[in-house]
């Protein structure tokens, strides 16, 4: 059974809709899709249609994006209660401070490259969280780049003079507010360093303590070296390995299936879940 448990849409930063996602998995060979958007469940309901028609299986899911210290880093949560209070009040303070941060970053890249703010909604999908892909996609759109990973190579990159900060709620406090809405959560790309800096394994320990499930462990961010760290890590507290592609569509190399879940191991994630969201097997 082929299963890839990382995924976007453009319910956040992917090219392509929900439906589409999952058709596309569906051509890729894949048995069963995660949809995993960046603080947001919007995708949910036209993923599991298309995935009811096409015979596909789905898991409903999402992305949290969190800081440690000023160090970002993403939690995977599977299978919640996407009508849990306190975690959606934690996800629209971080929507919103996101929203805020993209504004405040055209405003810096409008004297040297002309862009503007209507140019970077025109990017992005109804309900979408706006971040900096739609403002690459703008950037895009104007001729300044030629495409995404240029834009964040340069104009969108941490250390660039046009950077925001934005709210992100801590790592363990993600954690938590997965488990306590009945999902699960796993920590994507542990120690992918050519993203840029990378928490401490005391910092993943703490996680673990808070109910972390898992850790992403393959993945095309992840070296050889990377991947048996991880691998071993995750013995070593007790974690579930999981391996996606994280999958954005048109303008990322990543492809649906270049790394995969074990049928034992989503079964175990998805035993861990207790919110009545069930995996869709197809």
């Known amino acids: 059974m082929l299963i890839d448990l ?3 849409s453009t319910a956040s930063d992917g090219t392509q809709p929900p439906a589409q996602v999952v058709r596309a998995a569906s051509d890729a060979g894949l048995d069963v899709v995660a949809l995993t958007d960046h603080d947001t469940t919007a995708g949910w309901a036209d993923a599991l249609a298309a995935a009811q028609q096409i015979g596909v299986g789905l898991v409903r899911g999402i992305e949290v994006s969190t800081q440690h210290e000023g160090i970002s880093l ?6 919640h209660d996407p009508t849990d209070q306190a975690l959606l009040a934690e996800l629209e303070h971080a929507r919103s401070s996101r929203e805020t941060r993209a504004q405040r970053m055209v405003e810096r890249l409008a004297p040297d490259t002309g862009l503007t703010w209507p140019e970077v909604l025109a990017q992005v999908s109804e309900g979408t969280t706006i971040g900096r892909p739609h403002i690459a996609d703008a950037l895009v759109a104007r001729g300044v ?3 995404r990973n240029e834009a964040f190579a340069s104009y969108l990159a941490t250390g660039s003079k046009y950077h925001v900060s934005h709210y992100a709620p801590d790592p363990v406090t993600a954690v938590g507010l997965i488990g306590a809405a009945g999902g699960v959560a796993v920590m994507a790309h542990p120690f992918a360093s050519s993203r840029g800096r990378i928490v401490g394994e005391e910092v993943i320990e703490q996680m673990a303590e808070a109910g972390l499930a898992g850790l992403e462990v393959d993945h095309r961010d992840h ?3 990377a991947r048996e760290r991880a691998a071993q890590l995750a013995t070593r507290l007790g974690l579930i390995a999981t391996g996606s592609s994280d999958y954005h569509g048109a303008d990322k190399s ?3 299936g270049e790394n995969t879940t ?3 191991a989503l079964r175990a994630l998805a035993e861990r879940a207790t919110s009545g969201i069930e995996v869709w097997w197809g």
Do not use: M
């Not at 993403?74 to 299978?79: D, N, R, S």
């Open 6 to 8: 990382h995924a976007h």
């Open 74 to 79: 993403h939690v995977l949560g599977y299978l």
């Open 145 to 147: 780049v030629a495409d």
């Open 223 to 225: 070296d050889a070296a």
């Open 254 to 256: 990543n492809r649906l």
């Open 262 to 264: 074990s049928e034992a």
